[in-house]
């Protein structure tokens, strides 16, 4: 599928920003990497532009420049001008990214979770998670229960209940969150049937 020019024209501008970036922090590509986990090689190239910058890669690079995630790609706000997609630094240590713009009852967030140590330090609050690994291995203590999860696996459960996350193997892990602040769950309306194969005849 081929980038609207519009599009493209925004992803141009991504290059020329991180390079500004940079050497107004005064960070080396070495440092960057160090406080990113992104391989000099790879940053760059999004410095130059032969890499095409994508969410996991901009996420703790914002993180990094403690800039908003549209600071930069540029991008004209669209929706409801007073919700920006800006991180923010979790408690216990992280990125976070909301990416609901209406108030609604459920909110979807992008988390970026490092390694926040081997002792588990479990809150509780009011609300209901559902928590979708994209990359890496996340370590969930949900009361009694100590799991780790990797790209692909999914955890539900009421935040009432003591829990605590950390990346499960030193790199920062990266989830999708919704999560409804009154105990609100999705509603599933459709479900994928399991099809079953009619035994062959042999004969």
């Given at each position: ?123 509780t609050h009011e609300g209901y998670e559902w928590l979708y ?60 049937r399991r099809v079953r194969h009619p035994m062959r005849q042999e004969g």
């Amino acid at each position: 599928m081929e980038t609207p020019p519009s599009h493209q024209a925004v992803l141009d501008q991504v290059a020329p920003r991180l390079r500004r970036l940079r050497a107004q922090s005064g960070l080396t590509l070495a440092a960057l990497s160090e406080a990113t986990g992104i391989s000099k090689s790879t940053l760059s190239r999004l410095e130059s532009g032969q890499r095409r910058p994508s969410l996991e890669l901009l996420l703790p690079l914002a993180g990094a420049y403690r800039v908003p995630l549209d600071d930069l790609v540029g991008a004209p706000e669209v929706g409801d001008p007073r919700v920006r997609l800006t991180p923010r630094t979790l408690p216990g240590g992280g990125t976070v990214v909301p990416l609901t713009r209406s108030p609604g009852p459920l909110q979807a967030f992008k988390m970026l979770i490092p390694d926040r140590g081997a002792e588990p330090d479990p809150r509780t609050h009011e609300g209901y998670e559902w928590l979708y690994v994209l990359d890496g291995r996340l370590r969930l203590v949900l009361a009694e229960h100590d799991l780790v999860l990797g790209p692909g696996e999914v955890a539900e459960f009421d935040t009432r209940l003591p829990h605590w996350f950390t990346s499960a193997d030193g790199r920062p892990v990266e989830i999708l969150s919704l999560f409804g602040r009154q105990g609100e769950r999705m509603h599933v309306r459709a479900k994928p049937r399991r099809v079953r194969h009619p035994m062959r005849q042999e004969g």
